[in-house]
């Protein structure tokens, strides 16, 4: 089977896990001035960080690169967000970081400072720059089948945007959400005493963090693609 590509659609809290090698600052970034722009917090990987990928999906060659052209880019799509994300965008992503050959297309990673405020740490595929909207949902869907299967999907997008518009939304509403509440909470990990059961967004479909209401269950739904 092809290797899996898909964004990592969870916020991945390593500090919440039971490890004594988890560090809650491993990602932290010195100096957080709030104040900054948005271009200048996207910053080269430190390599501590690239250790860790590369130790967590088993790879060597993880690396950053990226263009002026692409960093204004990423900036130009920034302001295509809704405009309730953002504040919050500015707020909390304290740091992007984008990665050559990064499995998946982004994922959000917390971080806390010294006195336990939580930011955000955005990591993003370089391809979703260079790609269009439909080369990459094309690429990513058809990845789950293997090469001489004979089912395909096919997605026709316009081509007037590169495929980071469809990670960088996603990305932002973990943001959006995390902080927000529109779901619960993000991660069983951050359910605590005060953490509401269901939200009225939730309490349409789920009813528990992972079991939707029956009507809306199916029997393959824990099977990734049927497979």
């Given at each position: 089977m092809k290797k899996l590509i898909f964004c990592f659609s969870l916020i991945f809290f390593i500090f919440a896990c039971s490890s004594k090698n988890n560090d809650p600052y491993r990602f932290f970034v010195n100096n957080i001035n709030l104040s900054s722009t948005i271009e200048s917090r996207i910053k080269p990987v430190p390599e501590n960080?690239?250790?860790?990928?590369?130790?967590?999906?088993?790879?060597?060659?993880?690396?950053?690169?990226?263009?002026?052209?692409?960093?204004?880019?990423?900036?130009?799509?920034?302001?295509?967000?809704?405009?309730?994300?953002?504040?919050?965008?500015?707020?909390?992503?304290?740091?992007?970081?984008?990665?050559?050959?990064?499995?998946?297309?982004?994922?959000?990673?917390?971080?806390?400072?010294?006195?336990?405020?939580?930011?955000?740490?955005?990591?993003?595929?370089?391809?979703?720059?260079?790609?269009?909207?439909?080369?990459?949902?094309?690429?990513?869907?058809?990845?789950?089948?293997?090469?001489?299967?004979?089912?395909?999907?096919?997605?026709?997008?316009?081509?007037?945007?590169?495929?980071?518009?469809?990670?960088?939304?996603?990305?932002?509403?973990?943001?959006?959400?995390?902080?927000?509440?529109?779901?619960?909470?993000?991660?069983?990990?951050?359910?605590?005493?005060?953490?509401?059961?269901?939200?009225?967004?939730?309490?349409?479909?789920?009813?528990?963090?992972?079991?939707?209401?029956?009507?809306?269950?199916?029997?393959?739904?824990?099977?990734?693609?049927?497979?």
């Amino acid at each position: 089977m092809k290797k899996l590509i898909f964004c990592f659609s969870l916020i991945f809290f390593i500090f919440a896990c039971s490890s004594k090698n988890n560090d809650p600052y491993r990602f932290f970034v010195n100096n957080i001035n709030l104040s900054s722009t948005i271009e200048s917090r996207i910053k080269p990987v430190p390599e501590n960080v690239i250790s860790w990928l590369n130790d967590m999906d088993v790879t060597d060659n993880y690396s950053y690169t990226l263009t002026r052209d692409e960093e204004l880019l990423f900036i130009s799509y920034i302001q295509l967000l809704p405009e309730t994300f953002q504040p919050i965008i500015a707020e909390k992503v304290i740091a992007i970081y984008f990665i050559h050959n990064f499995t998946g297309g982004g994922m959000t990673m917390p971080t806390f400072d010294k006195k336990g405020n939580m930011y955000m740490v955005w990591f993003y595929n370089t391809e979703i720059l260079r790609r269009t909207v439909s080369n990459w949902i094309n690429f990513r869907e058809n990845s789950f089948f293997d090469d001489d299967c004979n089912t395909s999907i096919r997605v026709d997008c316009t081509d007037d945007y590169a495929a980071l518009i469809h990670t960088l939304v996603h990305e932002a509403s973990h943001v959006y959400d995390y902080y927000n509440h529109i779901t619960p909470f993000t991660e069983p990990e951050f359910q605590n005493e005060s953490s509401s059961l269901s939200t009225d967004f939730s309490s349409m479909v789920w009813e528990t963090y992972s079991q939707p209401k029956q009507k809306y269950d199916f029997i393959l739904r824990n099977k990734l693609y049927g497979y």
